[in-house]
Structures are given as C-alpha cells and as structure tokens.
C-alpha cells in the first residue's frame, strides 16, 4: 500500500527567510501525482502546487516551489520569502492512478515576526 | 459561486442522533469524495463515488451512509452519532484525466459535534 511520510510535525522560520518542507513516499507505480495543500486555522484544504510524475522538471506556483526526486520518492517543499500568512499546516499528498490520494500527517509551519 | 459547497458549516448534535451533510459541487466533475479529519488532524478517505457508482469504501462503520442522487451531488448520512464520530468532514471532488492535474478540490468542511 502506498503510504507518505512527513517527518518534521512542526518547523519555524524567520519572515523573509526560506523553509524546505520534507515529504517521501513509497509507490510501486510509475504513473502518479503529487500535491502540496495548506490548511490554514480556518481548515479549508487549499491547493499550493502539484507535480505529474512523468515531468522531470520541478513545479513552480511563485513562492512556493518543490524539489521532485522519483527515484528517492521525495518531494519536498520550498517557501521563499516566508511570510505570516503563509503559517499553516501543509500536507504532502500522492494520487495514485486508482484514484485515492493519500495525505501525510501533516507538518505545521509557524511564521515568526 | 464556490466549487465545491456543504452544508452545514457547523454541527452539534447528542449521542444517538442521525445526521446528514450535504454536498454539490459545479466544477462538472465525475468523481466526489469524502474525507474525514479527526483532532490530531489527520485526513483519511471515507469514500469516492464517481458518476454516482461507488469506488471506494474504506473501512468505515456503517453508520456511514453516503448517497450520491447524481455526479454533482454527494451527501452523507451517519445514524447513531457516537462522540468519536466528532471531525471535520471535508468533501471533495475532481475530474479525472483532467489537465489540471487530477487535482482534487475541497469544499470548506463540515464540524461535527456530538456531545
């Protein structure tokens, strides 16, 4: 069964400072997608980028950006330029071709002034 | 006008009462989801039904009833509330084979409370 890990429950970063968000996988399939949602404390579930498996290159969505190894089952998220409303817990999520995603336990970001 | 809309936003309920949540979506999808996120926030999948047919059924007490009376409708009936059947209810849904992706869309949630 696949399954996500996200290893970090909670980080901080400075305002104005980079944060790299971790998340591995594991997937027999070669033909997946992979997501990053924000969940402010407002709860609803926002979309911040997405990656198909087949496209090599690394998603891009402004200040947020992610770091796509296949091989290593990795997918890691990058926030430039933090800001306070980016604080929120973000989930790594995997959509396999049968149509399930499947969320990580989620890793709260705080934004520190 | 919002994508993917449930009603209602909040719940209190007692023990033993039945319930329902209702969702639509206007996004022209064929498949609607509903996920449930407990206190410790974690998301699990409850179920998926695409073009009203049924596709996935986790494991979940029948107490869980969902009813889907067409592919832009999903709702969600629980009879014989329990308290730990307080969460947040999100539904869901998306278009597969879609160029967006596959991404899913989420409505705003539904907090259940059972006292």
């Known amino acids: 069964a696949q399954t996500v890990t996200q290893s970090q429950p909670e980080m901080s970063v400075q305002e104005a400072e980079t944060v790299t968000l971790s998340c591995t996988y594991d997937?027999?399939?070669?033909?997946?997608?992979l997501f990053w949602y924000k969940q402010p404390p407002s709860r609803q579930m926002i979309l911040v980028i997405r990656?198909?498996?087949?496209?090599?290159q690394n998603a891009t969505e402004n200040r947020f950006s992610v770091n796509f190894q296949k091989a290593a089952k990795s997918f890691s998220l990058k926030i430039s330029d933090s800001q306070l409303g980016d604080a929120a817990m973000y989930f790594c999520?995997?959509?396999?071709?049968?149509?399930?995603?499947?969320f990580g336990k989620g890793t709260r970001l705080h934004i520190l002034p | 006008d919002t994508a993917v809309s449930q009603t209602p936003k909040y719940l209190v309920t007692q023990m033993g009462n039945d319930k329902s949540i209702k969702c639509e979506q206007n996004?022209?999808?064929?498949?609607m989801y509903w996920y449930k996120q407990d206190s410790k926030k974690f998301l699990k999948i409850m179920f998926s039904?695409?073009?009203?047919?049924?596709?996935i059924n986790e494991t979940v007490p029948n107490r869980f009833s969902p009813k889907s009376p067409d592919k832009a409708h999903l709702n969600l009936h629980i009879n014989s509330l329990e308290l730990g059947d307080s969460a947040v209810y999100f539904c869901?849904?998306?278009?597969?084979?879609?160029?967006?992706?596959?991404?899913?869309?989420f409505g705003e949630g539904s907090w259940l409370t059972v006292v």
């Open positions: 997937t027999s399939e070669s033909d997946y997608y």
């Open positions: 039904y695409n073009n009203k047919e049924l596709i």
């Open positions: 999520a995997y959509r396999a071709r049968d149509d399930k995603i499947i």
């Open positions: 990656q198909e498996a087949y496209k090599q």
């Open positions: 869901a849904s998306s278009q597969v084979g879609s160029g967006s992706g596959n991404t899913i869309y």
């Open positions: 996004l022209g999808h064929d498949t």
